[in-house]
């Protein structure tokens, strides 16, 4: 005998679920990126803000982009200087489908934010997309389709936003693999938006010249204190690793208000605060939610000292990853 | 009724005790330093090879080198030019010790061979002294007077050689703590040491001038695959990890015949090869000891292929730490 619940889902009839799996959509969180001492290779997911992909699978193959809603709506339509579009045609081709995508992008993260906009647009491309395959791949699969996707946004295939987006927590991402990083569950972020734009690429251009043996050390010895203090689950080693002495100083200039924003994150026992990604954003992490809550209003106040309003977010470090969605938001 | 035993114990006479503590000899054993992807930062202890330390209280509140024996003896014996007499001269100034110490040395580790030897002979000297104090202090608060000796050995401040030889094992070493890094105990170290002197400031020396970030990028996220594969015992990563990117293409042309013997060093299913601190032993790591054996006779034979004769090593990774001893070798 078997249960009703069971035959329910064995007699799902095959036409609804192939007409089930011509559109699907999927809502990628934003991240911190570089987290302050993985420049490049760690981030984490920040589910507060994100971006939704609609992509509809289309007879003909080829890419297409139907429409950019949402906070940003000023983006190339043209497959391949868009980010996501790039990242679908990288899947495209790769695969070798016979069949195409069209895509409908619903922007939630802003441009030149420092909170991982392009790569959320990417991933939420790819799994939605991914859901329409015959045999969809897994997230590490997806990996170098979103590499590059990124690559047409930045100028860098770098995946500190991309793997939290793909696998969910606190991401290490090499050019060829991700590793999910343990983090307590405990742990929270606070993430502070100012309302204006950093460039990827002119934050990345302050970061231009030569760097010495010694700055190297120093920042190496943070990430190994980090990472040691995640598997460990100890804040101690955190609160040591958590300083960025590398990049931080090449870019702060070019966040309005940056000292007393990071000052306002510390002073409410923070492990640490850096600029997120390549900025503005300015981010900490603390041990419970409540810290990271009273942390974000006081950075908030700070750029409001520099004549800057901004959005927060708090939300634990260990995000969720990428997920499949019923809906794009409704924009009646 | 207790114990003939426990009696025993406790009538030791409190005079024999005393004259106990007026003497006390270590041993240190050698160590790989930087392991690849770690400089300056990062070691292990390799216990097959090793400096012996004996220490005597002194009533005169000095510290005096009595003799310098064993494989090296041509080494300064004013303390403050001795890499081992500095660290005590710094244990007994800061401390401000009402007694001395005099120090008799016997290298088993050859100076400039990128074995540890000045960190050696600082932290045999250090565990033995410390054994005459009336509170001994713990490994780690041995730590800052290890790094003044070795500051005058090397004319830098690191600690990938000390850290080991303190805590036993892998260790992270930054210039204000020490951190064991777990590692199972079945991995093997091969080490082999060429007979060939190449000092550790001419090894610095090579690593004068600028770097580029996207250097720093590579090694970190190298840094971070070995650190997250020793936590979570996955040799996999670590075999993607073992890589230095940074430091070896700048001094491999120090060390007659490294490319062959690295090679031979890889052939044998290693995770990774390098060369041990600044050279110009090469080390390699693997899944057992028999892979590490079949290394060692492999690199020994690439370095006779050079010219060179060579001693080789193999121990656990997960080495001992320095130890209290009864005698110095019997040089009779």
């Not at 619940?5 to 007699?11: E, K, S, Y």
């Not at 290490?172 to 938006?193: M, N, Q, S």
Request: net charge negative; with cysteine; hydrophobic share 50%.
């Amino acid at each position: 005998m078997s249960s009703p619940a069971v035959d329910a889902v064995l007699a799902t009839p095959a036409p609804a679920a192939a007409a089930r799996t011509d559109v699907a959509r999927a809502f990628a969180p934003a991240s911190v990126g570089n987290v302050a001492v993985g420049f490049d290779i760690l981030g984490h997911s920040m589910v507060e803000a994100g971006d939704r992909a609609e992509v509809r699978r289309l007879a003909e193959p080829e890419v297409r982009i139907a429409a950019i809603r949402g906070c940003v709506a000023d983006l190339p339509l043209e497959p391949h200087k868009n980010t996501a579009g790039a990242a679908l045609l990288a899947m495209r081709e790769a695969l070798d489908l016979p069949f195409g995508f069209e895509l409908t992008l619903h922007k939630g993260i802003a441009l030149g934010s420092g909170m991982g906009g392009s790569a959320a647009s990417c991933v939420a491309a790819l799994v939605a997309a991914n859901a329409l395959l015959e045999q969809p791949l897994s997230r590490e699969a997806l990996y170098r389709f979103a590499l590059e996707g990124e690559a047409v946004a930045s100028g860098s295939r770098h995946g500190d936003n991309l793997g939290p987006m793909l696998l969910g927590g606190l991401v290490l991402a090499t050019h060829e693999r991700l590793l999910r990083i343990p983090v307590p569950p405990a742990w929270h972020c606070a993430l502070v938006h100012p309302h204006c734009v950093l460039e990827t690429r002119k934050a990345r251009a302050a970061l231009a010249g030569n760097y010495a043996l010694g700055e190297f050390v120093a920042q190496s010895a943070n990430l190994a204190l980090l990472l040691a203090g995640c598997f460990r689950g100890d804040a101690a080693l955190v609160r040591e690793g958590l300083k960025d002495v590398l990049v931080e100083p090449r870019r702060a200039p070019l966040v309005p208000g940056f000292i007393r924003v990071k000052q306002a994150a510390l002073d409410h026992h923070a492990f640490g605060a850096s600029i997120s990604g390549g900025g503005p954003s300015v981010f900490g992490w603390y041990a419970c939610r409540a810290d990271a809550d009273a942390a974000a209003s006081a950075m908030r106040a700070a750029f409001a000292e520099a004549g800057l309003d901004s959005d927060t977010f708090v939300a634990p470090v260990d995000g969720p990853a990428a997920t499949l969605v019923d809906a794009l938001p409704d924009e009646a």
